[in-house]
């Protein structure tokens, strides 16, 4: 789940960040009210969105007085802005964050995330802040240090030094980036984040270390223990056929083609999009019944599936181990009767019972294409659309 900068910096500050003070609101009226507490000559004006690159696409701007903050607030608020992460359509700005300004001094990359592959929490840092991380790591991947840590209660004194060496700091620095280290590593073990990244981390000509950017996200699987942070989830973000199915408990992602995918467990819906893609043609989202998909779920997925005009067709790969391949198969022939899927439907049916449920689709009297294997049901839905 992603939250807003001004949230993540809330968060930050709780733990013993340091960032600029700032506010937050939904209107040019509301901002006004709430910038007279700022202490500053100079307003930095942020559109909230989740999305980087804000500030190519004008979504940043640094103002002198509060004329110029409020004429350019009403042309931000409403505006679409349009950023290399929101792809052509862009995303509606609707809601803005004004901060003091800072005296930046220099500026640096610092992020934290699970390194899945080693089990561990990696520290990434560099003395090129304010850029696109992956751009330097192409450019010039020796100014990027990785840091990988041990899970534990708390980080070293000495594994905050070696996060922080590439930065170059004198002593009086040196200490207040090895507080934002720890700080940052204990807010991260106690919200489950998956990553919070500072870019730019800044040292100021008062010689202040200063998160003036954040981006912060969590582990949906942990929410249940942070009702807090589920509080904070911006539902105008996100796209609504992503809010529908987590309803549903699907997993579910929505992306360009128009071949519809309906699968049970998560590496499975990677293959079957991939093979897909090796017949020529693009998935239309990725979905997840996951383990006990009932008439009910399955029927949500097909209603979730065709909302997308895009789709052509659709393809259903189950492997049945915790989920019998004849219940599912029941439960796709009662959800297909209920919504009158009038796009070619290709399933596979795997495992448990599945002689059972391909008897079963066969009976069905829907024309529905029954399919070997995953190979041939591919063939058999490319087919189908043309």
């Known amino acids: 789940m992603n939250i807003h900068e001004h949230q993540a ?147 070293s004194e000495k594994e905050c030094e070696k996060i922080i060496d590439i930065f170059k700091l004198d002593e009086n620095s040196k200490n207040q980036a090895i507080d934002l280290i720890k700080s940052i590593y204990k807010m991260f073990i106690s919200t489950d984040a998956n990553m919070v990244e500072i870019n730019p981390l800044i040292l100021t000509k008062e010689n202040k270390v200063i998160c003036l950017d954040a981006k912060v996200n969590f582990d949906d699987n942990a929410l249940f223990r942070h009702p807090e942070i589920v509080n904070l989830r911006d539902l105008n973000e996100e796209d609504p056929t992503e809010i529908e199915a987590s309803k549903h408990d699907l997993a579910y992602i929505k992306l360009d083609g128009n071949i519809g995918c309906m699968v049970n467990g998560a590496g499975l819906a990677m293959a079957t999009m991939d093979i897909i893609k090796l017949y020529g043609k693009e998935p239309a989202n990725f979905l997840d019944v996951g383990g006990g998909a009932s008439k009910e779920k399955v029927s949500a997925a097909f209603k979730i599936i065709l909302s997308d005009k895009n789709v052509k067709g659709i393809l259903i790969n189950i492997f049945g181990g915790i989920m019998r391949c004849d219940v599912l198969a029941q439960g796709v022939v009662d959800a297909a009767k209920e919504i009158d899927i009038k796009v070619p439907l290709v399933v596979r049916l795997a495992g448990t019972n599945f002689k059972e449920g391909k008897e079963i689709l066969d009976n069905s009297g829907l024309k529905l294409i029954s399919a070997e294997n995953l190979d041939d049901a591919a063939k058999k839905i490319v087919e189908a659309i043309g």
């Open 9 to 155: 910096k809330i968060i930050l500050k709780k733990y013993g960040a340091k960032v600029p003070e700032g506010v937050f609101a939904l209107s040019v009226e509301e901002l006004l009210e709430k910038v007279k507490n700022l202490k500053t000559n100079k307003f930095v004006l942020k559109a909230q969105i989740h999305a980087g690159g804000r500030g190519k696409a004008g979504g940043v701007k640094i103002l002198n007085t509060i004329e110029e903050l409020e004429k350019s607030a009403k042309e931000l608020l409403g505006k679409k802005l349009i950023t290399h992460q929101t792809g052509p359509e862009g995303k509606e700005v609707k809601r803005l964050y004004v901060e003091e300004s800072s005296n930046i001094d220099k500026e640096f990359y610092l992020s934290c995330l699970v390194d899945r592959a080693s089990s561990k929490i990696a520290f990434i840092s560099s003395d090129q802040g304010g850029m696109d991380i992956e751009e330097v790591a192409i450019q010039s991947p020796k100014k990027i240090i990785t840091t990988k840590i041990d899970l534990k209660d708390e980080i």
